[in-house]
């Protein structure tokens, strides 16, 4: 019977709670991975997958940054004179501190990166966050049809592999796709026929 030890792969890509979600979702992109668990020292703490940065972003609008456009004055034109125009027109401080607030944004550092197309709500914000705090974990000599089953059970495409409270691998869906793939799950019954030899079936 194939076991988890099998197929799984030890190495492990592994973020920490206080890695930030641009850090994580860039990790992810750069390792072709989906997820990773959340270690704290030497605990696992819980699970960050992109799914769960896209829920989060999808769930939190960026800082209003479109800008009126700019309209010139014609030095010909008629300006007005210092005296016509009113200070209570002017927006005050407390005009963009509200519209930033909402987003996380500190207004000081906002005002010091104005050169930037938008506030980076991901570079905000931490893993600790929005992780999923239920690691779902088998061990090293698990069949890999159980892994298979709590994949399924879950919702999830990927099982942590646990020896000793500790991280040793993980199992995706498609580390097991590849082994129905290869033949690698089916089960051979050995016979004997009369003659003393045997064969499979």
Not at 7 to 33: G, N, S, Y
């Amino acid at each position: 019977m194939l076991k988890v030890r099998d197929i799984m792969t030890t190495d492990v890509v592994t973020v920490t709670p206080h890695t930030t979600l641009r850090d994580a979702i860039e990790l992810f992109a750069k390792r072709h991975v989906s997820g990773a668990p959340v270690i704290d020292g030497v605990d696992v703490v819980g699970v960050v997958s992109t799914s769960d940065v896209l829920s989060f972003e999808a769930s939190n609008p960026s800082v209003p940054t479109e800008r009126d456009r700019v309209e010139w004055t014609d030095l010909e034109e008629e300006t007005p004179e210092s005296d016509d125009i009113d200070p209570e027109d002017e927006p005050t401080a407390e005009f963009f501190t509200e519209q930033w607030d909402d987003a996380g944004a500190d207004v000081s550092d906002r005002m010091s990166a104005l050169a930037s197309p938008e506030w980076d709500l991901l570079e905000e914000h931490e893993v600790e966050e929005i992780m999923t705090r239920k690691l779902l974990a088998v061990p090293p000599d698990a069949p890999v049809e159980e892994a298979a089953r709590l994949m399924k059970k879950s919702g999830v495409h990927r099982v942590f592999v646990t020896e000793d409270r500790r991280i040793v691998g993980v199992v995706s869906a498609i580390d097991i796709a590849h082994a129905v793939a290869e033949h690698l799950l089916d089960r051979k019954t050995y016979v004997f026929n009369r003659e003393g030899d045997f064969g499979t079936v």
